[in-house]
C-alpha cells in the first residue's frame, strides 16, 4: 500500500515568518514529487514539482527533496495571509498515478 | 490564464442510475485525469488517460467507471451504477508536456441519494 504522510496540522505561523511543510512517502519507486495548495472548496492548484534530490525554488517557495529518507518539503517565505489554505503533497511513479497525502491546513496570522 | 472546465458544477443522482460527469481539459494537454475527493478526505487517485486510452487506474476505478474522450475536446467520467459511497467532488484534471503544467478543473459535487 502506497502511503504519503503529512504534519497533521493545523499549522500557525505569524505573518512574514518561514512555514515549513513536511511530507513523507512509502514507496521507494516515486519519481516526482508534488506540492499543491487548496484553498476551502475550491480545488487544488499545483505550486511546485521537483523530481531530483535538492532544493528548488519558485519565489517564496521553496521544495526540499531527500529519496533517501523519502522525505519532502515546503518552505513558504514571508507568509502571507493569502497562504492560508490546506497544502497536499502528492508523489508520483511516472506521472500517471498520483498518491496524495491527507493535507496539511496552514493559517498565517495577520 | 488557461482554464479546465467541468459540468455540472453540482449533480444529484438516486442510487443505481447512471451518471455522466463532463470535463473540458486545456485544449493542447496531452494527460488526463480524474481524481475524487470525498468531504474531508484526501484526493483519490481514479484514472489517467494519454493518446486516447487509459494509462493507468487505481483500485477505486472498477467496472463501474468508464472514461471516453469522444469529440477530441471533452473528456467524460462515467458512473454506470451509482452507489452512496460515491459521493465526492470529483475533479478534472489535464497537464501538458511537462507535469508543472498541471491544471485542475473547478470540480462536480455528485451527491447519490
Known amino acids: 500500500q502506497k502511503e504519503v504522510e503529512q504534519n497533521s496540522g493545523p499549522l500557525s505561523v505569524p505573518e512574514g515568518a518561514i512555514a515549513s511543510l513536511n511530507c513523507t512517502y512509502s514507496?521507494?519507486?516515486?519519481?516526482?514529487f508534488f506540492w499543491y495548495r487548496q484553498y476551502s472548496g475550491k480545488s487544488p492548484e499545483l505550486i511546485m514539482f521537483?523530481?531530483?534530490?535538492g532544493d528548488k525554488e519558485d519565489g517564496r517557495f521553496t521544495a526540499q527533496l531527500n529519496k533517501a529518507s523519502q522525505y519532502v518539503s515546503l518552505l513558504i517565505r514571508d507568509s502571507q495571509p493569502s497562504d492560508s489554505a490546506t497544502y497536499l503533497c502528492?508523489?508520483?511513479?511516472?506521472?500517471?498515478?498520483?498518491?496524495f497525502g491527507p493535507g496539511t491546513r496552514l493559517s498565517v496570522l495577520p | 490564464e488557461p482554464e479546465v472546465t467541468q459540468t455540472p458544477s453540482h449533480q444529484v443522482t438516486q442510487m443505481g442510475q447512471e451518471v455522466i460527469l463532463r470535463c473540458v481539459p486545456i485544449?493542447?494537454?496531452?494527460?488526463f485525469y480524474w481524481y475524487r475527493q470525498i468531504l474531508g478526505q484526501k484526493v483519490e487517485f481514479l484514472v489517467s488517460?494519454?493518446?486516447?486510452?487509459?494509462?493507468?487506474k487505481s483500485e477505486i476505478f472498477d467496472d463501474q467507471f468508464s472514461v471516453e474522450r469522444p469529440d477530441g475536446s471533452n473528456f467524460t467520467l462515467k458512473i454506470r451504477s451509482t452507489k452512496l459511497e460515491d459521493s465526492a467532488m470529483y475533479f478534472c484534471?489535464?497537464?501538458?508536456?511537462?507535469?508543472?503544467?498541471?491544471?485542475f478543473g473547478p470540480g462536480t459535487r455528485l451527491t447519490v441519494t
Open positions: 502528492a508523489v508520483a511513479r511516472d506521472g500517471q498515478n498520483f498518491v
Open positions: 514507496d521507494r519507486g516515486s519519481q516526482s
Open positions: 521537483i523530481y531530483s534530490n
Open positions: 485544449s493542447n494537454h496531452l494527460y
Open positions: 488517460f494519454y493518446n486516447n486510452e487509459i494509462s493507468e
Open positions: 484534471a489535464s497537464a501538458g508536456t511537462g507535469f508543472d503544467e498541471q491544471y
